[in-house]
C-alpha cells in the first residue's frame, strides 16, 4: 500500500508537471468506493453453478474536461451520471449481454484516464497518467476477489485502455489467484515483452482450450496501419480459429480473418469497419480499433466457455 500511495504522490506531481503548462489547476476525481455497489454493473445468469466469475474492464469513453471551477481533468469521474452512462451503458452492458450467459458478470466503474493521454503517442505520458486508472482497477478485483466463491474458474476480460488494466492485473495477481485463472483475454491492447519479464502470470494461449493463458489480438485493415501505443504487441491469436499462424479463418461468411505472425495483428479483409468513425487520426484509421468486443463476440462467447469447461476438468 506504501508503494501504491507513493506511486500516485508521484504521478500526480507528473500530471501537474504537463497540465499546469496550460495555466489549469489539475482536479483528480474522488475515488470510488467499491464497497458501494452502484460502483458495480454485475450479472448473475449462472443459475446451475457450472459458469465462470467473469471481470471486466471498460475502455476509454472521455476527453480531457474542465470542472465548473476551471481545473482540467484527465480521467473520468465515477460518480458523473454522463461518465457513468457512457461506461455502463455504451460498453459494459453491451459486453454484458454476450458474455454474461451462464456466467457471473462483474466491472466496476473505474476514473479511466482520457483519451488525450494516448493522442501524445508517448508512451511514458500514457504510463504516468494510467497509473490512478489502473490502481483502481487493482483496488476494484482485490474486493471481487475477496467476495467471490474461489472454486469457481475466473475469467478477465478487457477492451482497449481496460486491456492495459488486464495487463496489469495479471501482474498484480498472486499465484493463488492466478490458479483459478481460466483465461485473460486483452481486447485492442498490447502486451509488450518487457510485460511478460515482469510476471510468469502472462502465458500466450496457444489454442482454443488452454488455460491460465492470456488471447491478446488487434485488427487492422493492413499491418501499415498498426498503431504502437496500442496495438505494438508480442503476442497474437486468431479469435475466429483460435490459430498463431496465418491461417485465415472465415467469419460471418464473408469476412476473411488473418493472423500476421510476425506482427501479431489480425489482417480482415470483407470488412470496412465504417460504422466507426475515425478519431483524431488515432483509431480506426486503417485499423479498425472500435470493433474488437464486438466483431468477434460470438466466438469470444464461445471461447469462455469452452475455457471455463477446460478448466473445471482439469
Not at 458478470?105 to 486508472?133: E, K, Q, S, V, W
Not at 491461417?247 to 500476421?260: F, G, K, Q, W, Y
Amino acid at each position: 500500500m506504501k508503494l501504491t500511495k507513493i506511486w500516485l504522490l508521484i504521478t500526480g506531481l507528473i500530471i501537474c508537471g504537463v497540465s499546469c503548462k496550460s495555466g489549469k489547476e489539475v482536479f483528480i476525481p474522488k475515488a470510488p468506493d467499491y464497497n458501494d455497489a452502484t460502483m458495480w454493473v454485475t450479472v448473475n445468469s449462472d443459475s446451475i453453478g457450472a459458469g465462470a466469475d467473469i471481470f471486466y474492464v471498460v475502455s476509454t469513453w472521455e476527453e480531457d474536461w474542465t470542472t465548473e471551477d476551471g481545473r482540467l481533468c484527465h480521467y473520468a469521474d465515477v460518480y458523473n451520471p454522463t461518465h457513468r452512462e457512457h461506461m455502463g451503458e455504451l460498453e459494459i452492458k453491451r459486453a454484458a449481454a454476450y458474455m454474461s450467459p451462464g456466467n457471473r458478470f462483474y466491472a466496476p466503474f473505474y476514473r479511466h484516464t482520457t483519451i488525450d493521454a494516448f493522442l501524445t503517442l508517448n508512451d511514458d505520458t500514457i504510463r504516468n497518467r494510467t497509473r490512478l486508472a489502473m490502481d483502481d482497477v487493482c483496488r476494484a478485483f482485490d474486493h471481487f476477489q475477496a467476495q467471490r466463491d474461489k472454486s469457481r474458474p475466473l475469467i478477465i476480460v478487457g477492451f482497449s485502455q481496460g486491456g492495459m488494466a488486464v495487463v496489469e492485473l495479471l501482474k498484480h495477481i498472486d499465484d493463488d489467484t492466478y490458479s483459478q485463472l481460466a483465461a485473460a483475454y486483452v481486447l485492442g491492447y498490447k502486451v509488450t515483452p518487457e510485460d511478460t519479464l515482469q510476471t510468469k502470470h502472462i502465458k500466450a494461449a496457444q489454442g482454443e482450450a488452454d488455460t491460465g493463458v492470456t488471447i491478446c489480438y488487434n485488427t487492422v485493415k493492413d499491418v501499415k496501419y498498426i498503431k504502437p501505443v496500442i496495438a505494438a504487441t508480442c503476442m497474437g491469436i486468431n479469435p475466429v480459429n483460435w490459430r498463431t499462424d496465418d491461417t485465415p479463418a472465415v467469419l460471418h461468411d464473408s469476412i476473411t480473418v488473418t493472423l500476421s505472425p510476425q506482427h501479431h495483428v489480425l489482417v480482415v479483409k470483407g470488412y470496412s469497419g465504417s460504422e466507426y468513425p475515425a478519431y483524431k487520426d488515432l483509431i480506426n484509421v486503417g485499423d479498425i480499433h472500435s470493433c474488437e468486443p464486438w466483431l468477434y463476440s460470438e466466438c469470444l462467447a464461445k471461447n469462455i466457455s469452452v475455457r471455463t469447461n477446460a478448466w473445471r476438468k482439469n
